[in-house]
């Protein structure tokens, strides 16, 4: 009896000893990914998705969250090699690569924002816009404010700019103001678009519809995981796994509901308002090809490089080849 207790002791300690080899093994093959991303930003809700799910350990990764207060900071840190993988859009990406970075773009997101007004508005079409007082968050150069404007000008030779009283703001700032009625419109991200929904407001026209009238065949992703071209090179088994672990991610996030609810402290909404936001991101998650995608950024490219000058886009007269990662 006592020999059978010392080989079954014997057998345990050897488990013991081989899983915590393999767990070691697991750990060290585990490549950290450095994401930097804005504290607040709605990123935030798919990376915590993973974290708490531990979707990238599942893939071999490691997610490290870095948080920065603004985008500008997220950008100095992507080309300072602080971080490895940063949030923007395919513009900003094509004009870094015609100026010689390699930077590259796999689409995130095509929720956007829209011009929003409140129900029971005498606001009805773009044409009655004239004369009124707009909201426009983002600034003169911001892309869903040129769609717009270029929209205006195509189908009703309408200057959104000169013939309206513009003000432009931060988003939060300029939600206020619409729920206070001290301005007739605003045009908004997509999230504070989502909130201002669910208190009494609806879609005038979103940003995607303009760009579909302006040429795109489909809805664009707008915004997207962004990195250096030979880290991704360098490391392809650590891009490949996030890249897996952000799809499964939204694979949850677009089929439940529960989520969302343990989301809701996060993303600070709860009830009509965390419903809107929910089904508003999932109304993004792409589902096109990285060719439809592509195919469509470069002839939004021409629009706004029309539209928004060399301010806009730098001296690139089209999108620069490699915008668009694609996979092996």
């Not at 488990?15 to 080899?21: E, I, Q």
């Not at 939600?175 to 929904?197: M, P, S, T």
């Not at 993303?267 to 009509?272: L, P, S, T």
């Not at 469509?296 to 060399?310: P, S």
Request: hydrophobic residues 45%.
């Amino acid at each position: 009896m006592i020999g059978i207790h010392h080989r079954l002791f014997g057998f345990v300690s050897l488990l013991v000893v081989v899983l915590g080899c393999f767990a070691a093994s697991n750990s060290f093959a585990a490549q950290t990914i450095r994401v930097g991303v804005l504290k607040f930003g709605t990123v935030n809700w798919e990376l915590d998705t993973i974290k708490h799910h531990r979707l990238d350990e599942k893939h071999g990764v490691n997610v490290e969250v870095r948080f920065f207060a603004g985008e500008d900071a997220t950008n100095v840190a992507m080309m300072a090699g602080d971080v490895d993988i940063i949030v923007s859009d395919w513009l900003w990406v094509s004009r870094q690569r015609a100026s010689g970075e390699d930077l590259t773009f796999v689409p995130y997101s095509s929720s956007v924002g829209a011009l929003m007004v409140r129900d029971g508005s005498p606001i009805e079409s773009l044409s009655d816009l004239k004369g009124k007082k707009v909201g426009v968050a983002g600034g003169p150069l911001d892309k869903s404010w040129l769609l717009l404007q270029g929209l205006a000008k195509q189908q009703l030779s309408l200057d959104l700019a000169a013939q309206n009283e513009i003000i432009y703001g931060a988003p939060p700032l300029l939600a206020e103001k619409a729920q206070q009625g001290e301005i007739d419109a605003v045009l908004n991200f997509w999230n504070y678009c989502a909130r201002l929904e669910a208190k009494g407001f609806h879609r005038l026209i979103g940003t995607s519809d303009a760009a579909k009238a302006l040429g795109a065949a489909g809805t664009t992703s707008a915004i997207g995981y962004i990195f250096h071209e030979k880290w991704a090179d360098a490391h392809p088994e650590a891009i490949a796994g996030f890249i897996k672990a952000s799809r499964d991610a939204k694979a949850l996030l677009g089929d439940s509901d529960q989520e969302w609810q343990r989301l809701a402290p996060v993303i600070k909404a709860e009830g009509r308002e965390l419903d809107v936001l929910r089904d508003r991101y999932r109304e993004g998650i792409p589902a096109r090809t990285i060719d439809a995608e592509q195919g469509d950024a470069e002839k939004l490219y021409a629009v706004l490089a029309k539209l928004g000058g060399e301010r806009l886009v730098g001296p690139g007269k089209a999108l620069t080849p490699g915008t668009f990662w694609k996979e092996d």
